[in-house]
């Protein structure tokens, strides 16, 4: 492991050339570097024009419905404070991001790049899609604004979030299944770049998280801060202090980020990333690139990978499609280097009992994404001080997961 000096500030980065320490960049072919310069070019120039982001503004208050509320869990938090240590069981707050319109996080960023690519004049947009959340995000706004769009999901992704495949049909995108590697989200990015390199004239690249060559992680997780700022600005006005831990599940990492971004300087804040450990990290088959990974180059950044002895890509796994990613955003294996954020690992299984304690106790059916956070709070909350205030951020509502969990559990529709 490499050990990363600790920073003045962790709100800084990436520098001139998209490197968040040693991870980040930009790998990407030749053909790719005037779109990408041209990106960067058009992001600086809107983040500096006040009309962009009044138009933003609206947008995300009378069509996407912000800010989604900070929503405290009681009965959530009661149980967890049976059988705890007298004086202890932190107090449970969700960030509803499942209330957005479209049910999820995605959305968020998805705004940013759509009104980026209408003043960069692309009619033609593409997307990379995992659970479908963004791929639905995606072909929402492309609806709104009239803007062609298409879709590459893995096949297996499209055979286990039907519903959301349907969505994107019903707002008319084309939706691409992908055959080839493991027929997930990896493979998804590869042909969704592979068609970008194609189409350089009239093309837009939206990528979902934040991962990808610079500018994306950077403006991705800008687009996603709203998350953490409301979160700031909602605990203060209801509590009078800042939450004193946040959590969150990590696939590529844009729910986190969005929710993590706005705390990082704030140091007496915890904060807990938790990715995917499918059957368990000993087993092979799970998605923790931080936990079993290493540094590498995928997808045009460098970040922690999951690979074999020869440095090829490994399968990953996850029960969640929005999670089985064999990477991680590069601020956040920057992050994990730096020590500012914990990262932790939830298993299938511990992700499907927090599933149904949640729609039990709350009237709240989470997705499956950030029932992998809500598992490690059920470790977690138990152990600190009763006015310990503790953040999830609920990034997705779970209807896309109900025929898979219910093929799972046996449970006939």
Known sequence: MTIAPTPNSFRTGPD???RFGIFGGRFVAETLMPLILDLEAAYEAAK???AFQAE???YLT???GRPS??????RLTEHLRTGAKRGHGARVFFKREELNHTGSHKVNNVLGQILLARRMGKPRIIAETGAGQHGVATATLCARFGLQCVVYMGAVDVARQAPNVFRMKMLGAEVIPVESGTKTLKDAMNEALRDWVTNVADTFYCIGTVAGPHPYPAMVRDFQSIIGRETKSQMLAQEGRLPDSLIACIGGGSNAMGLFHPFLDDREVEIYGVEAAGHGVASGLHAASLTGGKPGVLHGNRTYLLQDADGQIADAHSISAGLDYPGIGPEHAWLHEAGRVTYLSATDSETLEAF???SKLEGIIPALEPAHALAKVLEIAPAKPADHLMVLNLSGRGDKDIPQVAEIL???L
Do not use: N
């Not at 509320?69 to 009681?74: D, V």
């Open 16 to 18: 001139e050339r998209g």
């Open 48 to 50: 500096a024009d006040p």
């Open 56 to 58: 933003m503004d609206s």
């Open 62 to 64: 009378h069509y996407v």
């Open 69 to 74: 509320p900070l929503y405290y869990a009681e």
């Open 356 to 358: 149904k304690l949640c």
């Open 410 to 412: 046996g449970t006939r």
